[in-house]
């Protein structure tokens, strides 16, 4: 048997190990970039468009600093960082998201909430916070729900990798749909560059698909 068909914690744990170095990765990238946060509407995560305003610089580097910072793992001083950073900068929901993974890595999962909600009024279609509030959905067991929040994060931005992993996630250990567990692998691993970790899944998944699908001929 395949260890990742079950939802124990052996099959979440080898996906929540490759989602955070991933986070972790998006971090670092983030930092070496513009402010996430600072995308309007049709714009990407992440992205500026030519009626946004500059980003100052000192917004800039404390932004820079605190990801870095929370990359490392050092989330006590990142928390700190990031809400001076809000304290003076209020209009990235970036940062808010940022709180909202350290705040949900420390098991505070209103904490979590909070800084979600604060993002998305800033930003009601910012796609890193509805993927971040489809990931608090989903440990509350509220499924439907969480599948909802990714799909409106795919929607606000297709080429945004994250929701599609968690959408394959969520179908193939909570919701049983391995087919839309596989459209969603397949997709996040051509927006994120061959995750090989997550091609092996694909590829089991196949078989099982497959296995499935004759079992079913052979029955009729």
């Known amino acids: 048997m395949y260890l990742h068909r079950f939802t124990d914690g052996i099959g979440l744990c080898m996906r929540c190990r490759s989602l955070l170095q991933l986070l972790l990765l998006t971090l670092l990238l983030a930092g070496c970039?513009?402010?996430?946060?600072?995308?309007?509407?049709?714009v990407g995560a992440g992205a500026q468009s030519a009626d946004t305003p500059e980003v100052p610089q000192r917004a800039q580097t404390m932004y820079e600093q605190a990801a870095a910072i929370m990359a490392s793992g050092d989330y006590l001083e990142a928390q700190?960082?990031?809400?001076?950073?809000?304290?003076?900068?209020?209009?990235?929901?970036?940062?808010?998201?940022?709180?909202?993974i350290i705040y949900a890595s420390n098991g505070d999962d209103q904490g979590a909430e909070n800084s979600i909600t604060d993002g998305l009024m800033i930003d009601s279609q910012y796609p890193p916070a509805l993927n971040q509030l489809g990931?608090?959905?989903?440990?509350?067991?509220?499924?439907?729900?969480?599948?909802?929040?990714?799909?409106?994060?795919?929607?606000?931005?297709?080429d945004y990798p994250l929701p599609h992993y968690n959408l394959g996630v969520l179908n193939e250990l909570y919701l049983q749909q391995l087919e839309s567990a596989l459209l969603h692998y397949e997709r996040?691993?051509?927006?994120?560059?061959?995750?090989?970790?997550?091609?092996?899944?694909?590829a089991d998944l196949k078989r099982r698909i497959g296995s499935s699908q004759r079992t079913a001929n052979v029955t009729e």
Do not use: C
Request: charged share 20%; no cysteine.
């Open 188 to 202: 996040y691993q051509a927006l994120a560059e061959n995750d090989k970790q997550v091609g092996k899944w694909i």
């Open 80 to 100: 700190f960082r990031f809400q001076e950073f809000l304290m003076q900068y209020p209009g990235y929901p970036g940062a808010h998201v940022n709180l909202a």
């Open 135 to 158: 990931m608090l959905l989903r440990r509350q067991g509220r499924f439907q729900e969480a599948e909802s929040a990714y799909l409106k994060a795919v929607m606000a931005d297709p």
């Open 33 to 42: 970039g513009a402010i996430p946060g600072t995308r309007q509407a049709g």
